[in-house]
């Protein structure tokens, strides 16, 4: 058998430690990663490897030579070209004449996995590729696969979302390949395994399996990682060769020539390289020390990782960091959790480095400095920045000006330098600062900023859509926590950014490396004048004016205190609506409501609009992006019940055709819009229950209307985007044109009950129970859209996991609502009893 490694990473995500060094030479316990893996190689009687280099390539060939003083023979192939994954791998493989297996490997994982076993399975399926996987708490960053009882694959997820982690079995990248595959690889050309070949070998009916394996394994792509695994290996966790001698009757691994103090303390694991010296009274725990570094009289490193040629002063602490190659930790010098010294630095002499610090190559912290982060709080901000509802945090302690900043100049260095985006907020003083700060940020990128100021989200977004900017983020107070200010990124389209690009930012932001431009390139803010203008222009071009205005209706509008009193006033004169306005002044300090406060502000609102003989009362939240809807008759109709009305006017009033014949809701919504839609000839499509999903069904030729049962709805022919504003005029338009009141729409609603609930689970858990339900439930009729919807009929349940807190939701809709309440018991203890 052959071997592949792939070895061109670039590490960006272990920056700084990988700016001048491939990921595959990062040294763990005193050996690069890629040695690691050509011992497992070697260890499983596989010693005929080449190695795919890309980045600064040498490194690597220098190092490793021939292989023969590793006992293995190994080969090399640099390629300027990107081939993709799998293109680069069929490239090494066209150059061998026999026929043998290939093992394919990345250079840059720590894993112990029991390869031989790998391939006595695949053998014995008499597969043409197999995946290794494992099992991992969370499987969010990585490729899931789902596979049959026999292990044969039957589906691929590459980077899911919460509600489409079905299992929590990922791909290794480790692959087992007959030359047959090669026929499916075209030439010269970029071919990815996970995205093209895979899903090809699947639609072709080819013999592709999953083997899980057991055994430790670690995608070490993170700085966070990188030092946990270093630990893993002292706690013995992976098995893994150490170098140098092991102490009689300790955990201690000493390099040749090392030279460690009697009066030294060694505690718990340690490893020390070749020529180290230890000196006096000096204390070691759990850490990794790198080949000729100097310890010096009374210095602490507990749990730390410090590489080659390093010095640590007399009376320093080191505590859970890592410090590079050729550093100076100067006496009484402080370096706390999570910090990354990076190499050729020097730590002044009494100087602190906070927790979670980094330091670049070549820098010099001053003596008796206190060098701190911005990211006081990395916790938070450690993993991900973006969340369900964007980016959120608290104000001026998580989401800090100095923060915005940043993520502004991150999200500016993803664009084209002289390209424009849209600023805009609501009307807090908090907002306005965070937006200043962005805006900052922006700019310093290069990229140009029109800046709208108070001005409700579905407008900004729809002026996305004009052509002329790129995207826009909206800044608001959080309508549900008043500490927290809220961050909203959309595209060209108006719609919340794709979760790929989000990643994109992401990693600008956590890189720290983004250019700012020079002083004469620094981008320009505008204020554009006509931003309502053009809004209102479009808003009536796609609606039923004269309709609406024969109707003379009488409406109760609550504003929330947002910024939509700013325009929709004016839309509502022109079309000859008697509204009762409340709540219409800005007021940034009101915006937020908590649970029971939303519940007054409607029960105030259906009391009006009995009292007052209104047709109808909305409440408009303060974003102007969704609505809540009071009937003729004064009584609140909740979510699920808005929605099937909202759904039933539109199928109702306007015969399908090729241009318009779908509807969509989520996942979760009733069973009714089906029945409904088929009565009237529409066809209704399924989505995530997440904005950007039903943003994207929007975007579907065909598409007629968009709902979803907490007030969000999406006209497509107007913007695909939720806009409250078009809602409440559609609605009116609707009930005109049918001459309808909403009170008698209700008995048009096929009866049921919905429930929903949700039970605690640990992220950890997450995947492990989203793979649990899928195994229960491959005997019944289930649907895999967002989370497992699993039906009985008519009646149906759907667990999804919650993208940002520890639970999974679940719905249940039936007939009754005690059987309603028997599937909820049921599945709410299913998933406890999981946990357990």
């Known amino acids: 058998m052959k071997s592949v490694i792939m070895a061109g990473g670039f590490g960006t995500r272990l920056r700084p430690l990988t700016n001048s060094l491939p990921k595959p030479m990062v040294s763990m316990a005193n050996k690069p990663i890629i040695e690691h893996i050509m011992e497992l190689l070697k260890k499983n009687s596989i010693v005929e490897m080449t190695a795919l280099l890309y980045f600064h390539p040498e490194t690597i060939s220098n190092l490793l030579k021939d292989g023969s003083s590793f006992g293995v023979k190994i080969k090399y192939i640099t390629s300027n070209v990107d081939l993709g994954t799998a293109g680069i791998v069929a490239y090494a493989m066209r150059q061998w004449e026999d026929d043998r297996t290939t093992l394919v490997i990345s250079g840059d994982v720590l894993t112990d996995i029991d390869l031989n076993k790998a391939v006595v399975f695949h053998r014995k399926r008499k597969s043409i590729a197999t995946i290794v996987l494992t099992r991992v708490e969370n499987p969010l960053p990585f490729g899931i696969v789902i596979t049959d009882k026999m292990g044969r694959i039957q589906r691929f997820l590459e980077k899911p979302g919460w509600g489409e982690v079905f299992s929590d079995t990922i791909n290794t990248g480790i692959y087992i390949l007959e030359k047959e595959v090669l026929d499916f690889i075209p030439k010269d050309k970029e071919f990815d395994f996970s995205k093209d070949l895979f899903p090809i070998l699947l639609q072709n009916k080819k013999p592709i399996y999953g083997h899980v394996a057991e055994g430790y394994w670690k995608d070490v792509g993170s700085l966070e990682e990188y030092r946990t695994a270093n630990m893993d290996i002292l706690t013995g966790q992976v098995n893994v ?354 649970a029971e406060e939303f519940g007054k502000a409607l029960y105030q609102l259906s009391t009006i609009v009995r009292s007052l003989g209104a047709d109808l009362g909305v409440l408009l939240d303060a974003g102007g992006e969704k609505v809540f809807l009071v009937d003729d008759s004064g009584e609140i109709l909740d979510g699920d019940t ?76 107007f913007q695909p985007n939720f806009d409250g504003m078009y809602a409440i005029v559609k609605l009116l338009e609707m009930l005109a044109n049918q001459e309808a009141r909403l009170h008698k729409l209700i008995r048009e609603i096929p009866p049921s009950v919905i429930i929903r609930d949700k039970v605690s689970c640990s992220f950890e858990n997450k995947g492990m129970i989203m793979r649990r339900l899928a195994e229960d439930s491959r005997s019944k009729d289930t649907a895999f859209v967002d989370g497992i919807k699993i039906n009985f009929g008519e009646d149906w349940i759907v667990a999804y996991p919650s993208q940002d807190q520890p639970y999974f939701h679940v719905a249940v809709e039936a007939s009754t609502k005690e059987t309603a309440g028997e599937l909820m018991d049921k599945y709410i203890e299913k998933i406890r009893k999981w946990q357990r």
């Open 241 to 594: 060769n150490m170098p140098g001698d092991k102490a009689p009757d300790k955990n201690i691994w000493i390099g040749k020539n090392s030279r460690i103090d009697f009066t030294s303390k060694l505690e718990g694991t340690v490893v020390t390289g070749d020529n180290c010296r230890i000196e006096a009274d000096a204390r070691i725990l759990n850490s990794v020390i790198g080949p000729n570094s100097v310890i010096e009289e009374g210095a602490v490193i507990i749990d730390s990782v410090i590489w080659d040629n390093v010095r640590v002063g007399r009376g320093s602490v080191l505590q859970e960091c890592v410090v590079a190659d050729h550093t100076d930790v100067a006496e009484g010098a402080h370096v706390a959790e999570n910090a990354v010294i990076s190499d050729h630095c020097r730590i002044g002499r009494n100087s602190t480095v906070k927790a979670n610090v980094k330091v670049w190559p070549r820098k010099v912290v001053e003596d008796g400095a206190i060098l701190s982060s911005s990211l006081i709080w990395a916790d938070k901000w450690g993993r991900n920045i973006f969340s369900a509802y964007g980016v959120t945090g608290i104000a001026n302690l998580e989401l800090t000006p100095e923060f915005a900043a940043k993520l502004g100049a991150a999200y500016g260095a993803s664009l084209p330098k002289g390209s424009f985006v849209s600023t805009s907020r609501d009307a807090h003083k908090t907002s306005r600062m965070i937006n200043r700060a962005v805006m900052t940020g922006i700019l310093s990128t290069g990229v140009n900023v029109h800046d709208y100021g108070v001005t409700p989200m579905p407008v900004v977004r729809f002026l996305a859509r004009g052509g002329s900017e790129t995207g826009g983020v909206h800044t608001r107070r959080s309508p549900f926590e008043p500490q927290i200010i809220d961050l909203k990124f959309f595209d060209n389209k108006g719609l919340d950014l794709h979760p790929g690009y989000e990643k994109t930012i992401e990693r600008l932001f956590f890189r720290e490396d983004f250019t700012r431009v020079s002083i004469d390139e620094t981008g320009e803010m505008v204020f554009p004048i006509h931003g309502f203008e053009y809004y209102q222009n479009a808003f009536m071009s796609g609606i039923d004016a004269e309709a609406i205005r024969k109707t003379n209706f009488k409406l109760v509008l609550d504003y929330s205190y947002g910024s939509s009193s700013r325009i929709f006033p004016a839309i509502l004169g022109r079309l000859n609506c008697e509204v009762i306005a409340l709540n219409a002044n800005l007021d940034g300090s009101k915006t937020t409501k908590t």
């Open 642 to 717: 808005a929605l099937n009305i909202v759904m039933l006017l539109a199928v109702k009033g306007t015969k399908p055709g090729p241009k318009k014949d779908q509807i969509a809701a989520p996942i979760t919504a009733s069973r009714a819009i089906e029945k409904l839609a088929s009565t009237y000839g529409y066809k209704v499509k399924r989505t995530k229950t997440s904005a950007r999903g039903l943003m994207e069904a929007a975007m579907d030729e065909g598409m007629a209307i968009v709902g979803e049962p907490t007030g969000g709805f999406i006209f497509p022919q």
